[in-house]
Antibody, heavy 123, light 111 residues
């Protein structure tokens, strides 16, 4: 079945960077895009950005522009999300989820989802 | 502050029904973009519940239904069961933000 499996939990110090991976299986990777969504403790879901696995185009939420980089490796069907200059309020569970292959597909939904990766930022 | 507004919480007794609203504006729901709904149980990945306003993916019970009108959408759950206790999120696209957005989420408590 279609599946996304993420890398394990991370503990980082303020100012550091974190890179989370998301390996896809069960479907043609380049036929879709990957969005990254996070949930801070006690908060709701927050869309961070998107990357097309087909052409590598990205679209980042304004809040994260300049601090986030999303990439893919089509040879391993893996997506990556790197967040830099970490702050304590970046402590959250980070999810990858399959979505549109192109930003023109604005009505795309997110399915399936990875299991989530807890990133803890603490000194 | 989410651009899609949901009530923080709703509750209902087993067997009863509840409705969760999702109110947007002219740059998202009102612009005609589809609304999708997700069920999120603590410690698990969110699960697609309703796609494209009213479509139930395979395996989702018909107790769950969605609708959309104007700048709002709704998720209705009938015949509440204890296992329905979860957080529910609406999601759409926003042309002003040029990206996808979520509602703030609604916690459903089954009394």
């Amino acid at each position: 079945q279609d599946q996304l499996v993420q890398s394990g939990a991370e503990v980082k110090k303020p100012g550091a960077s974190v890179k989370v991976s998301c390996k896809a299986s069960g479907y043609t990777f380049i036929s879709y895009g990957i969005s990254w969504v996070r949930q801070a403790p006690g908060q709701g879901l927050e869309w961070m950005g998107w990357i097309s696995a087909y052409h590598g185009h990205t679209n980042y939420a304004q809040k994260f522009q300049g601090r986030v980089t999303m990439t893919t490796d089509t040879s391993t069907s893996t997506a990556y999300m790197e967040l830099r200059s970490l702050r304590s309020d970046d402590t959250a569970v980070y999810y990858c989820t399959r979505g549109a292959v192109d930003t023109a597909m604005t009505d795309a939904f997110f399915d399936p989802w990875g299991q989530g990766t807890l990133v803890t930022v603490s000194s | 502050q989410s651009v899609l507004t949901q009530p923080p919480s709703v509750s209902g007794a087993p067997g009863q029904g509840v409705t969760i609203s999702c109110t947007g504006g002219t740059s998202n729901i009102g612009a005609g973009y589809d609304v999708h709904w997700y069920q999120h149980l603590p410690g698990t990945a969110p699960k697609l519940l309703i796609s494209a306003n009213s479509n139930r993916p395979s395996g989702v019970p018909d107790r769950f239904s969605g609708s959309k009108s104007g700048t709002s959408a709704s998720l209705a759950i009938t015949g509440l069961q204890a296992e329905d206790e979860a957080d529910y999120y609406c999601q759409s696209y926003d042309s002003s933000l040029s990206g996808w957005v979520f509602g703030g989420g609604t916690k459903l408590t089954v009394l």
